[in-house]
């Protein structure tokens, strides 16, 4: 049981390049999430998902997309990658969103984006 | 909507020191609340959280939490530190018996002095 696994861990990229950030999970949870993380700012949701097809906005989801194909795998796409990208971003996924069900989270991929 | 105040971003305790984490929430409706830890270089993981029933929470670790209504808050405490300790701390909150999402707060830093 790998639990959340996010590949890859660490990338840098130039401005206007274009980017999947993967994640997957095998624990047959309906919910995941992406968050990044930066420093003294704690976790902003960026998108998370109810389950295969249904994908919703977070608080900063602007310049990233995502699809939910399979139950299993949640990718994030970086479109025109700016600077202010530059984050670490992490992957989650719960049994149900929020309430009482703790999020299991993948080890996170360190971006940077010159 | 809810939301979370980590009062200290950083706090720097002596090995084998008590230590607390201050955690202050603001909620209309009744919460679920949650404390994650962050090793270095690693993703979250649940510490510890308050669903109902006793207000002393226990957790891995030998960390434990209180949930205190009326002051709004869900400090986070251990005895006694270990090196190992040495991690950033998210108190964590979302809205009871709701399909909400988890509100992170900004992270506190454990330094473990030697």
């Known amino acids: 049981n790998a639990g959340v696994t996010q590949t890859p861990k660490f990338r840098i990229l130039k401005i206007g390049q274009s980017m999947t950030l993967q994640c997957t999970q095998d624990?047959?949870?309906?919910?995941m999430y992406w968050y990044r993380q930066d420093p003294g700012m704690g976790l902003k949701l960026i998108y998370y998902?109810?389950?295969?097809?249904?994908?919703d906005k977070g608080e900063v989801p602007n310049g990233y997309n995502v699809s939910r194909s399979t139950t299993e795998d949640f990718p994030l796409r970086l479109e025109l990658a700016a600077p202010s990208q530059t984050s670490v971003y992490f992957c989650?996924?719960?049994?149900?969103?929020?309430?009482?069900?703790?999020?299991?989270f993948g080890p996170g991929t360190r971006l940077t984006v010159l | 909507a809810q939301s979370v105040t980590q009062l200290d971003s950083q706090v720097p305790v002596f090995e084998e020191a008590p230590v607390e984490l201050r955690c202050n929430y603001s909620s209309s409706v009744s919460v679920y609340l949650f404390w994650y830890v962050q090793y270095p270089n690693q993703g979250l993981q649940l510490l510890l959280k308050y669903l109902s029933g006793s207000t002393l929470v226990k957790g891995i670790n030998g960390f434990e939490a209180e949930f205190n209504k009326s002051q709004t808050s869900f400090h986070l405490r251990k005895p006694s530190v270990h090196i190992s300790d040495t991690a950033e701390y998210f108190c964590a909150v979302t809205a009871m018996n709701r399909d909400d999402k988890i509100i992170f707060g900004k992270g506190t830093r454990l330094h473990i002095l030697p």
């Open positions: 624990m047959n949870h309906n919910y």
């Open positions: 989650a996924s719960s049994y149900s969103i929020g309430s009482r069900n703790e999020q299991f």
């Open positions: 998902s109810v389950g295969a097809g249904i994908t």
